[in-house]
């Protein structure tokens, strides 16, 4: 739901509003504390009045908010030096409440935000001219469908087979609620100007800046990604995707204990176990399964020669379809796998119950596993952000080794934005690190918990932030947030996120994948060209370009030759 | 800059028997041509007085570029610890990394030892596109790719029902289309027995499935390169590759 609503409209939808400012309870704790339709949700970093939901999946004593402003008024900045935010397992208080709910301006009101006007156009159509694109790229998640397609009347996208609903929201809806002209902040509002002074400001900005942020990343092409990188460099400043609250402790683990990567053909093609572990592809990658679960393969006759299990803290519809799904306490993951560890191997465990799981099925798993053929454990942020994140993924890929002594066995990450893969490879082959690389001394460094974007926020150690294509108002804590409300901020996107109520500076960029061609990478780490199927509305061009621009003012700026 | 004139080095040509003799060297758009075409009063003059002037170094393999060399950056942060160099905008990027350099050292670390080209020997046809997308962020050097095909499966059904042709208009698609100068073949047969049996295969054992052997591989994406008529013909690590001793079977298919 989240992810239509955030596609077909905006985050200032009361749709979106609908999809993530409630609080989902279990009916007991609901009925144990007399709450009528809301519910007081409070700790040390917040408060929040929200809808409360009656849903029986929900364990006692949890309160499931999803992932959004309101979640954040919550979420703990503390990233345990991983970068990761404690963004789920939050201790909070619970109580009945009158009061009223608190609305997307209420929160943007206590989190500083710097003007709350939203100038939303819709590009404009021309319709007429009928036609049909073969071969789309679906520009949403890390399983970028290539399958789509997609018939046109004119520029307007009338018709999505073979994308999934979230697919088809934003084809068909691409052309709402977008940034249509640039704008820059003057005595507290916004002025629409043009796109050069945009630019200059944009400019002024980062060169005037001791330690610029720029982030975001994920969701745009390559080539854009590579003058972000340029840009920190020539600013001395840093970059960061939004890898780091999503599989950053993916890319952690794996500099601890290497890795065992295969892509989406071997799953296809050889996988007769398949692992969906603290992820629910049904709701959040629609088409995961459907392309690699139920097809048949050359080695594997499809889902009836496929065994699926699913690990996850609640019963998600993928766990619905799954052979085995078992049901892991939240934030335990790590004692789960150490006890497979020790049942591939025949030890002895000696507790009937681990993680909440009783022996028997740990060790029923562990033996799945060894008779596997080949196996493939696609894994999400429930295992990364949870628990001791970073060193449950050591775990993993330390599962996964030992059972390569057995079979043959390896590991794919379920990357969220469509391009946060490329992100991490154009950083990997430009500074040598996977994201937030600080080039302070000239040179590429990461230094986990330092310089990473959660930190440098919540700690104020930058002094100006550049978005692009991201909306870190949506997704970070409230203490990190709270800092873009005090530096200068220019965001670069194709719609009104919640970023831009921080901006000084907001310059509209084209959708790449839609309006401009571009390399994205698959979560398997294979790039797939990205086709642009419709001109970008008047005036507004891809992020590559208004990057390069940028870079090329900036490098003027810094008399180093435009 | 379209003419340039380097004086008094020290020139090695071995092709046309130059060895170490004192001479000017003459470029002029692009070719190198006698020094008297030059317009001094244009051109750049280089005084490499004590210094050596060669034709620059070719290296065919190196791995450079794609999706094993960046998954070695990321396994390996300490190797960006205490090998940077920041940079000297705008004319060099920042350098780091000593066993697996970004990509601004690999291209300047060839230009000073002298190189000009430099083939990344191995990239699966799926990541190719990455392999490029590296290449061309190298800067300074020219650079190519030689495409793998030991285990592919496409050319191994070609190869095990023996229609040669097929397989030669299969590899030039696959030359085309990735953009690759030449054939490679790693361990061939040997990826596609692990992935099966968990187990790599020697030079005459049979691969399961196909039943053919690595040396069918040799022998017939050989003979496909004879037929495309291909540069560079075929680039071949052979099998039981990482076995100490392996020489041996490497020696085998010359026989």
Request: net charge negative.
């Given at each position: 739901m989240q992810g239509i609503s955030m596609e077909g409209?905006?985050?200032?939808?009361t749709k979106y509003f609908d999809a993530v400012a409630f609080a989902e309870m279990n009916p007991g704790d609901i009925s144990a504390l007399r709450l009528r339709d809301r519910v007081k949700v409070h700790n040390e970093h917040g408060t929040v009045i929200l809808r409360v939901k009656p849903n029986a999946k929900i364990p006692r004593g949890q309160v499931f908010v999803p992932m959004g402003p309101w979640a954040n008024m919550l979420?703990?900045?503390?990233?345990?030096?991983?970068?990761?935010?404690?963004?789920?397992?939050v201790k909070v208080f619970v109580e009945p409440t009158d009061e009223p709910l608190t609305t997307l301006t209420d929160v943007l009101k206590l989190l500083g935000a710097k003007n709350l006007e939203v100038y939303a156009g819709d590009a404009p159509l021309k319709t007429g001219v009928r036609r049909v694109v073969e071969n789309v790229v679906c520009p949403?998640?890390?399983?970028?469908?290539?399958h789509l397609v997609l018939e046109l009347d004119g520029n307007k996208v009338v018709r999505n087979t073979g994308g999934c609903a979230i697919s088809s929201a934003k084809f068909l809806n691409?052309?709402?609620?977008?940034?249509?002209k640039p704008y820059i902040r003057e005595q507290g509002g916004l002025v629409e100007v043009n796109l050069d002074k945009a630019l200059d400001k944009a400019a002024d900005i980062l060169v005037s800046s001791k330690y610029p942020l720029i982030f975001g990343l994920?969701?745009?092409?390559v080539e854009a990604n590579k003058y972000a990188i340029e840009l920190a460099e020539l600013t001395h400043g840093v970059v960061d995707s939004t890898s780091v609250f999503c599989h950053g402790p993916t890319a952690l683990a794996v500099q601890e204990v290497g890795t065992a990567r295969c892509t989406f053909g071997v799953a296809i093609n050889l996988a007769d176990l398949v692992v969906f572990w603290?992820?629910?592809?049904?709701?959040?990658?629609?088409?995961h399964v459907a392309r690699i679960v139920l097809r048949e393969g050359r080695f594997v006759k499809g889902r009836k020669e496929r065994m699926v299990v699913v690990v996850d803290a609640r019963r998600t519809p993928t766990a619905d379809q799954a052979d085995l799904f078992i049901e892991v306490e939240p934030g335990r993951d790590y004692e789960l796998l150490t006890a497979l560890r020790m049942a591939v191997r025949d030890l002895?465990?000696?507790?009937?119950?681990?993680a909440g799981v009783p022996r028997d099925k740990v060790i029923e798993l562990a033996e799945m596993m060894r008779a596997a053929r080949y196996g493939v454990v696609f894994f999400g942020v429930g295992l990364t952000?949870?628990?001791a994140k970073y060193r449950n993924i050591v775990a993993l890929i330390k599962l996964v080794h030992e059972l390569n002594e057995w079979t043959k066995f390896c590991i794919i990450p379920m990357r969220g934005h469509y391009n946060v893969t490329g992100a991490d490879q154009a950083s990997l082959w430009t500074t040598?690190?996977?994201?937030?690389?600080?080039?302070?001394?000239?040179f590429p460094k990461m230094i986990i918990g330092v310089t990473s974007a959660t930190d440098l926020l919540a700690s104020g150690d930058v002094d100006s932030a550049l978005i692009v294509a991201s909306d870190p108002v949506a997704h970070l804590p409230r203490r990190a947030v709270e800092h873009l409300a005090k530096i200068p901020v220019v965001v670069i996107d194709a719609k009104w996120s919640l970023t831009t109520a921080f901006a000084d500076v907001i310059i509209p960029g084209a959708y790449a994948g839609i309006e401009c061609e571009g390399t994205a990478y698959r979560m398997d780490d294979v790039p797939i060209r990205l086709k642009k199927i419709v001109d970008p509305p008047p005036g507004v061009l891809c992020d590559s370009e208004v990057l390069g621009r940028l870079v090329d003012r900036v490098k003027a700026r810094m008399r180093c030759g435009a | 800059m379209s003419e340039i004139l380097v004086k008094n080095g020290f020139v090695y040509d071995p092709i046309n028997g130059i060895n170490g003799e004192v001479l000017d060297i003459a470029v002029k758009d692009g070719k190198i041509v006698d020094?008297?075409?030059?317009d001094l009063s244009k051109a750049l003059v280089?005084?490499?007085?004590?210094k050596v002037v060669m034709p620059g170094g070719i290296d065919?393999?190196?791995?450079?570029?794609g999706p094993k060399v960046n998954l070695g950056r990321l396994m390996r942060p300490e190797d960006h610890y205490l090998t940077n160099r920041p940079h000297d905008l705008p004319r060099r990027r920042a350098e780091t990394g000593l066993t697996v350099p970004n990509v601004f050292r690999i291209g300047y670390d060839y230009a000073r030892m002298g190189y000009t080209l430099v083939v990344e020997p191995a990239t699966p046809p799926i990541g190719t596109r990455h392999t490029h997308e590296e290449l061309d962020d190298i800067p300074v050097i020219d650079k190519a790719a030689f495409v793998l095909v030991d285990s592919n499966w496409l050319a191994l059904d070609l190869i095990a029902e023996g229609s040669r042709e097929l397989l030669a208009a299969y590899l030039a698609w696959l030359l085309s289309a990735t953009k690759t100068y030449a054939l490679k073949l790693v361990d061939p047969g040997s990826d596609v027995a692990w992935v099966i049996t968990g187990r790599g295969v020697d030079l005459d054992e049979q691969i399961p499935?196909?039943?053919?052997t690595p040396r069918d591989i040799i022998r017939e994406i050989g003979s496909a390169a004879q037929m495309l008529n291909l540069p560079h013909k075929l680039h071949v690590h052979c099998n039981?590759?990482?076995?100490?001793?392996?020489y041996l079977t490497t020696l085998r298919p010359w026989r």
């Open positions: 409209e905006s985050k200032w939808s979420t703990d900045p503390n990233t345990d030096a991983t970068g990761m935010p404690r963004l789920k397992g949403f998640c890390g399983d970028l469908c290539d691409y052309h709402k609620h977008r940034i249509l994920s969701n745009t092409d603290g992820s629910n592809p049904l709701e959040a990658h629609p088409n002895d465990i000696e507790a009937p119950l681990v952000m949870t628990g040598g690190y996977p994201y937030a690389v600080s080039y302070a001394r000239g | 020094p008297s075409q030059i280089v005084d490499a007085r004590g065919i393999h190196s791995h450079i570029a499935v196909y039943n053919i039981r590759l990482g076995y100490p001793g392996n």
